[in-house]
């Protein structure tokens, strides 16, 4: 792999120590790729303050130096962590303060992460403590290259955005933040970023929220890990049914980028996805059994109507989501023994609090909560069985990291089962 | 006991010997494995339950989360890791998985491991070449 001269001065150690651990686990990374050399980044998003047992032995027995240095940059080295090199934010992570009397999660985890925090920002990381780090103002422009992880934050800025980044890990991104640079391999390079497949929509209209999921869930089902190019009978969605779609798609598959010809920006038109004078696939259909069958996939896990718990925000709520479910919420009040979470990014909470969306969603007894979710956190009100969700992705993981049943419908649905405690959705 | 070499490409540069463990299916990370047991957790995949500790994980392809790298690195950090890692098609979350797992990994074999290879067989890597000894 070629390095420049400043990769090589990083690489042994005239930014210091800590600096060329960095750069040592660049290398064997792009080794392990076989990349042909490093590129540079300044908009890294990766995880350093969540909570986990081995990150609290780690920190009892080195401080967060010791932390970052094993997790982060997978180093056996005692090390001094400088400031974070380029600019670097904290993805979601676990509960915070707000959540004590309402979340049944560990109090010790709760304060563990509050000293992360401490650290962490005085190294100069942004806690935006968001899976949407696009939602709270880090939007990288056309063609950046970046180093984020969280899959439905990579795919979101590959596609909608144009950005560059692979879906990279806890150490890539730490060996990132503190040396700006990531292997150029994969979404980095332009001729990787053409489409793989072509899916058809024909004979249903997608146009709403939960049907931009249920697109996205079959997407990644039929590229698995390469590029779909979707087109056909689609709406020009808005912000939240991209991200809804991007996340299902990476959650059924490991997508990381796809092209939807004349609305994400390296797809003016279908050849273009395929790249000038690239083979265009013949399609895939996607059309009502298609989406029956993907509808009967998210609900399978499903079979009592007593739902107990009602989870939105996944990935983190926008403003707007929030608005309308405290639109469906007013004057209302939850069934006694149902729960009813919004996960948001703390930013856009506090304009929720500001502009009044929270106090009615207060008022039925629901919740708006920040910085994490049930998954990360692993965490759900106590004794819940049953739960509700508008997101795909969340259906898909909750029930094997929670062992629960789920039903996924609309908002309406969820919304209508908090209030009511019983499950009445279904495909329309 | 017949052997067959497979020739590759080292990820992780090293030379291991031990018995293997096959996964048809792609294998997650965070969500799909319990780094304090070494165990496959993921319900619905045909290892679930399976441990994976001091064997050769042989697998097609990392899915799911991009704390997949993270999780196996756990399993170093708890004593729970395989040996060795052999990946049908490489990516950014099995390559720093690999690494960061710091154990003997190679991919882009002359034949698909998770076809030619089978659970139990004894294999011998060796920076880029597979010995594979029926079992």
Redesign the interface.
């Known amino acids: 792999m070629f390095l420049t001269d400043d990769d090589k001065r990083m690489r042994d150690g005239a930014e210091g120590d800590a600096v060329a651990a960095a750069m040592d686990?660049l290398i064997?990374?792009g080794h392990?790729?076989?990349a042909q050399r490093l590129c540079s980044v300044r908009n890294v998003a990766g995880t350093m303050t969540q909570p986990?047992?081995?990150k609290a032995r780690l920190v009892a027995e080195g401080g967060w130096d010791k932390a970052f240095a094993?997790?982060n940059l997978?180093s056996d080295l005692d090390l001094a962590i400088p400031p974070m090199r380029v600019p670097t934010c904290q993805l979601q992570h676990g509960f915070g303060q707000d959540s004590v009397g309402i979340v049944p999660y560990p109090r010790a985890s709760v304060d563990l992460q509050l000293e992360a925090e401490a650290f962490y920002g005085r190294h100069g990381v942004a806690i935006l403590a968001t899976c949407t780090p696009y939602q709270v103002g880090n939007l990288p422009v056309r063609g950046e290259h970046c180093a984020w992880?969280?899959?439905s934050a990579?795919i979101y800025a590959n596609s909608v955005l144009g950005a560059r980044t692979?879906?990279?890990?806890?150490?890539?991104t730490g060996a990132a933040s503190l040396t700006g640079r990531i292997p150029c391999?994969?979404n980095h390079r332009q001729e990787s970023r053409r489409g793989t497949h072509l899916i058809s929509v024909s004979g249903v209209s997608v146009e709403s929220f939960q049907d931009w999921g249920m697109l996205g869930y079959f997407a990644g089902g039929v590229a698995g890990?390469d590029r779909p190019v979707i087109t056909g009978s689609i709406s020009r969605p808005d912000l939240t049914e991209l991200k809804h779609f991007g996340a299902a798609a990476a959650?059924s598959?490991?997508v990381e980028l796809y092209h939807v010809p004349g609305i994400t920006p390296e797809a003016p038109s279908v050849q273009a996805a395929f790249g000038p004078g690239g083979r265009v696939p013949s399609p895939v259909a996607y059309g009502p059994a298609e989406r029956a069958a993907v509808y009967q996939t998210l609900n399978e896990i499903g079979s009592s109507a007593d739902v107990d718990f009602v989870l939105l925000g996944c990935p983190h709520a926008s403003l707007d989501q929030i608005r309308q479910a405290a639109a469906l919420l007013e004057g209302k009040r939850l069934s006694a023994g149902t729960e009813l979470w919004i996960m948001a990014p703390r930013a856009l909470k506090v304009m929720a609090d500001r502009s009044g969306s929270t106090a009615i969603i207060e008022r039925a007894g629901g919740r708006v909560l920040a910085d994490s979710c049930p998954?990360m956190s692993r965490a759900a009100p106590a004794g819940t069985r049953v739960f509700a969700t508008d997101s795909a992705k969340q259906a898909h993981?909750l029930p094997?990291?929670l062992g629960i049943e789920a039903w996924f419908g609309t908002l309406e649905e969820c919304v209508r089962a908090a209030i009511t405690g019983r499950w009445s959705g279904g495909l329309r | 006991m017949r052997s067959v070499i497979l020739h590759g490409r080292a990820v992780v540069p090293g030379c291991v010997e031990g018995e293997a463990l096959v996964s048809r299916e792609p294998i997650s990370g965070w969500g799909g494995i319990d780094p304090a047991r070494g165990l496959i957790t993921e319900r619905r995949h045909e290892l679930y339950g399976a441990c994976f500790t001091g064997k050769i994980l042989v697998f097609p392809s990392a899915k799911g989360s991009s704390g997949w790298a993270g999780f196996f690195q756990a399993t170093r950090l708890s004593g729970t890791a395989p040996c060795g890692m052999i990946i049908g098609r490489i990516s950014a979350k099995s390559a720093l998985g690999a690494v960061v797992t710091r154990v003997p990994a190679i991919t882009d074999l002359d034949a698909d491991p998770c076809t030619v290879i089978a659970t139990g067989d004894w294999l011998l890597l060796d920076n880029s070449t597979v010995e594979v000894t029926r079992r």
């Open positions: 686990l064997r990374y392990a790729l076989d986990s047992p081995v094993v997790i997978d992880m969280e899959s990579v692979n879906c990279e890990g806890v150490a890539s391999w994969g890990e959650t598959g490991g998954a993981y094997a990291i």
